[in-house]
C-alpha cells in the first residue's frame, strides 16, 4: 500500500515539474485545448506532464530508496563521530570562503564558479572524513581529557562498559564469573559479535557448529539467568573488516574494557590504549600458590617429555611435571615441589616423588 502510495505521489509530482519545465519552453500562448484531440496529444505541454510524470516514477522512489539506505546506515554511526563530521564540513566549507576571498577564483570568466564549487566540495568532504575518524581526540580536546589508557568514563566515576569478545563468550567462563558477581557495570555483546557467532554456529564444520551454538547459549544464559545488565548494540564500523579491529575501535568510542582471552586482541587493544580484562591471566591469578618445599598428592597420568618424567595435573588445570614419575604412571603418589615456572601459558609446577627423597 506504502508503495503504491508513494508512486502516486511520484506520478502527480513528475508530471507537475514537466509542465512547468514544458511551460517555460513552449512558445507565449500555449495551451491545452480539449475540443481537439489531435491538438491536444500534439500539444509540447502534454509531453511535458507525460515526460515528467513517467521520469517522476523512475526517479523519486530510487532517490526515496537512497535517502532510506542512507538513513539506516547513518543510524549505525555513533552519535559523536556524526557531531564529529558536522563540525568538519563546516569548518571545510568556512576554508572554503576564505580561500575564495583571498584568491578570487569564482571571478574568473566561465569555469570561476565551478572551480569555487570544487573546492568548497572537497574541504568539506576531507573536514568530514577527517573530524569523523578522529571524533574521540576532538571531544578529547574539548573535555581536556587525555585519550590514552584514562577513558572519559573511567574520568567521572562510572563504571566502565564490558565489551564482549567472541573468543570469551564461546570459551563459557564468562557465566561463570557473572555468576560470582565479580562483573559490575553493563556487558555489551556489539552486533557484529552476534553475526560472527552466527556465521560459526552455521558453519558445515561440526565443531565449528558447535563451538558456535555454544557461545550463543551461554550467551542466552546470561541475558536470561544472570542478574546482570546485557545490552546489545548495532554499532557497526564499515572501514574495519576484522571483528578486533571494530571491538577495539567500539571500546575506545564508549570508553569500555574488553573482555577477551585472545592473546592478540589483549596486545592491540592496549597498544590503542583500550583497556583489556583477560579470563586467562584472571584464571592464572586466581591459582592457588605453590612454594619449593610443599608436599601434595598428586597422580601421575602420562608420560613427560624427558627420560623418566611424569606428568599430572591439578584441579585447575596446572601441569605437574614429576622428576622420576613414569613408574608412577596411573597411581596416586606424594610429591614434594622442587620449583615453579610461570609461563604466558600459565603455570608450570616441578616436583619429585617423597618416597625418592626419603630414599636418598
Not at 141 to 170: C, H, M, W, Y
Amino acid at each position: 500500500m506504502l508503495k503504491k502510495l508513494i508512486r502516486f505521489i511520484s506520478l502527480v509530482f513528475g508530471g507537475v515539474i514537466g509542465y512547468q519545465v514544458a511551460e517555460t519552453l513552449v512558445p507565449a500562448g500555449a495551451a491545452f485545448d480539449l475540443s481537439n484531440p489531435v491538438l491536444f496529444l500534439q500539444n509540447p505541454l502534454f509531453f511535458g506532464v507525460v515526460g515528467g510524470a513517467i521520469l517522476g516514477v523512475i526517479i523519486i522512489p530510487f532517490i526515496a530508496e537512497l535517502v532510506i539506505s542512507f538513513e539506516r546506515r547513518l543510524q549505525k554511526v555513533p552519535f559523536g563521530e556524526i557531531m564529529a563530521g558536522a563540525i568538519g564540513a563546516s569548518v571545510g566549507l568556512i576554508l572554503g570562503i576564505l580561500f575564495n576571498y583571498a584568491f578570487p577564483i569564482s571571478t574568473v570568466s566561465g569555469v570561476g564558479r565551478y572551480l569555487q564549487f570544487l573546492i568548497n566540495l572537497v574541504l568539506a568532504y576531507l573536514g568530514l572524513t577527517i573530524t569523523m575518524r578522529k571524533a574521540e581526540d576532538l571531544f578529547g580536546l574539548f573535555q581536556k581529557i587525555p585519550t590514552g589508557s584514562k577513558n572519559r568514563r573511567e574520568k567521572v566515576g562510572d563504571i566502565a562498559a564490558k565489551i564482549l569478545d567472541t573468543s570469551v563468550i564461546i570459551d563459557g567462563r564468562i557465566a561463570d564469573i557473572c555468576k560470582t558477581g565479580f562483573i559490575e557495570g553493563t556487558l555489551i555483546i556489539p552486533d557484529f559479535v552476534l553475526e560472527e557467532l552466527r556465521h560459526i554456529a552455521d558453519s558445515p564444520d561440526l565443531l565449528k557448529r558447535n563451538r558456535g551454538r555454544r557461545g550463543l547459549d551461554i550467551l542466552n544464559q546470561i541475558q536470561k539467568h544472570m542478574n546482570i545488565n546485557v545490552d546489545i548494540v548495532d554499532s557497526d564500523f564499515d572501514d574495519f573488516e576484522e571483528v578486533d579491529s571494530k571491538l577495539v575501535k567500539l571500546g575506545k568510542l564508549m570508553g569500555g574494557k574488553i573482555i577477551t582471552n585472545d592473546f592478540n586482541l589483549n596486545k592491540v587493544a592496549e597498544l590503542q590504549g583500550v583497556s583489556v580484562l583477560n579470563i586467562n591471566e584472571l584464571s592464572n591469578a586466581l591459582k592457588p600458590i605453590v612454594l619449593p618445599g610443599e608436599e601434595m598428592e598428586v597422580k601421575v597420568i602420562k608420560e613427560g617429555k624427558e627420560y623418566g618424567q611424569g606428568v599430572a595435573y591439578l584441579d585447575d588445570g596446572t601441569m605437574i611435571v614429576v622428576d622420576h614419575g613414569k613408574k608412577h604412571i596411573g597411581e596416586e603418589i606424594e610429591v614434594l615441589v622442587t620449583s615453579i615456572l610461570q609461563t604466558a601459558a600459565g603455570r608450570m609446577i616441578f616436583a619429585k616423588p617423597k618416597a625418592l627423597e626419603q630414599v636418598l
